[in-house]
C-alpha cells in the first residue's frame, strides 16, 4: 500500500513539474483569478475587462496604461514578484517531493532497513520548507493585494482574490508526509 502510495504522489507530482513552465493559475469560484504566464501577471475579475501586471509593475487595464505613482508602482512590481515566488516555490515543493518519493521507491526496491525513515528524513524537512514558503509567499500576495486596492482605485476589482495562506495552509505543509 504504501508504493502504491509514493507511485502516486510521484506520477502526480511529475504530471504537476511538466505544467510548470507554462503558466501558474491561482482562482476562486466567484470569479476571480490571477494567471502568470511569460512574467507578465493577469488579474481577471468577472464583469471587469483584465488587468495585467508585467515585472516592472507597470499596470494596463484592457490594454490601457494605467497612471499609478512611484509607490504604487513598487506596490504592482511587488505584487508580480510575490506571484512568481509561489510558482517558485511550487516548482520547487514538488522536485522536493520527487526527491522524497524517489527514497520510498529505493526503500521498497531494496527493503528500506531500519535506518529507511532516517535516511529520507532531510528530504522530507525539505519537502515541509517549501511548502511552507508557498504559505508566505501567499500570505505577501494577500498583503500587498489589498494594500494596492487601498491606494488604487482602479485596482480594486481585482483584489477581490482570497489568496490567504491561513492556518490550514501551515498545519498541511508540517503534516508527516508519510
Known sequence: MKSLRCLTLTALLVATLAGC???????????HSL???DDVLTAHADGHPD???DATGTLT???KPVPVTPA???LLKAWHDQLVGVRTAGIRTGVAGVKLAGHAVADAV????????ARAEPAREQLRAEAL???DHLDALQKTQNALAASLPA??????LEVRADADCRANASRHPD
Open 155 to 160: 485596482f480594486k476589482p481585482y483584489a477581490a
Open 51 to 53: 488587468a495585467v501586471v
Open 133 to 135: 514558503a508557498i504559505c
Open 72 to 74: 504604487q508602482r513598487a
Open 61 to 63: 487595464i484592457d490594454g
Open 110 to 117: 531494496t527493503g528500506g532497513g531500519k535506518d529507511a525513515s
Open 35 to 37: 494567471t502568470l504566464r
Open 21 to 31: 513552465g507554462g503558466e501558474t493559475y491561482i482562482g476562486d469560484r466567484a470569479g
